[in-house]
């Protein structure tokens, strides 16, 4: 099992741009894939993106396609999300975790299949 740390939440105004990191401890990080997920109050966690153990493939949820790129650094065991153009509606409580399925898992991503999730940094944005 992964501890991970995610940083880089903040209040931005719509349309503007922030960098999530999850820095992760543990041995094992480059043989997961990885996910970020999201939540806001009364609604359950969200599927956002996920990237391969090796880093060569990525999917997004439909809502954020063309908008975040999830990226990582096995060297520096640090999974990335850069959010661009953000909207209001992607406010919420981002969390990264260790995609725990087989490796040539897809869809869909839910978040029970996920584990070792971090405390989640808070990202708001204003309109």
């Known amino acids: 099992q992964l501890r991970l740390v995610e940083s880089g939440g903040g209040l931005v105004q719509a349309g503007g741009s922030l960098r999530l990191s999850c820095a992760a401890s543990?041995?094992?990080?480059?043989?997961?894939?990885m996910g970020w997920f999201r939540q806001t109050p009364g609604k359950e966690r969200e599927f956002v993106a996920r990237?391969?153990?090796?880093?060569?493939?990525?999917d997004y949820a439909d809502s954020v396609k063309g908008r975040f790129t999830i990226s990582r650094d096995n060297a520096k065991n640090t999974v990335y999300l850069q959010m661009n153009s953000l909207k209001p509606e992607d406010t919420g409580i981002y969390y990264c975790?260790?995609?725990?399925?087989?490796?040539?898992?897809?869809?869909?991503?839910?978040?029970?299949?996920?584990?070792?999730w971090g405390q989640g940094t808070q990202v708001t944005v204003s309109s």
């Open positions: 990237i391969s153990s090796g880093g060569g493939v990525t």
């Open positions: 975790a260790q995609d725990g399925r087989p490796w040539y898992s897809g869809r869909p991503y839910r978040a029970d299949s996920f584990g070792s």
């Open positions: 543990g041995r094992t990080f480059s043989t997961y894939a």
